[in-house]
Nanobody, 127 residues
Framework: QVQLVESGGGLVQAGGSLRLSCLLS????????????MGWFRQAPGKEREFVAT????????NYVDSVKDRFTISRDHHKNTVYLQMNQLRPEDTAVYYC????????????????WGQGTQVTVSS
């Protein structure tokens, strides 16, 4: 069983920054953190869940939705089994519940291809 726990959300003014964290534990399956590609997705009220960023199993490849490029950075720390999303220059339209997700090895921008999900963390950006 794989468990993902997000943290770091909150309320911030436009132009501010937040860093989201997602801790992965893999107890039953025994798969190490490095076996998983990781992704961040978000869902605003009344909207579908959308891709934000992904990072490959070894951290060598990242991908972002156009609206967050040059503002958000995804990274991972294999010693801490944690993936991060550094969010700078936040805008009101970034307001959403942010979810981290994991799937074996290969990244994907499609949320339907991820096997494991966290509970989500709320990010609210005021204007």
């Amino acid at each position: 069983q794989v468990q993902l726990v997000e943290s770091g959300g909150g309320l911030v003014q436009a132009g501010g920054s937040l860093r989201l964290s997602c801790l992965l534990s893999s107890q039953v399956s025994g798969r190490p953190f490095s076996n998983f590609a990781m992704g961040w997705f978000r869902q605003a009220p009344g909207k579908e869940r959308e891709f934000v960023a992904t990072i490959s199993w070894n951290g060598g490849s990242t991908n972002y939705v156009d609206s967050v490029k040059d503002r958000f950075t995804i990274s991972r720390d294999h010693h801490k089994n944690t993936v991060y999303l550094q969010m700078n220059q936040l805008r009101p339209e970034d307001t959403a519940v942010y979810y981290c997700a994991a799937r074996p090895f290969r990244t994907s921008a499609s949320p339907t291809e991820y096997n494991y999900w966290g509970q989500g963390t709320q990010v609210t950006v005021s204007s």
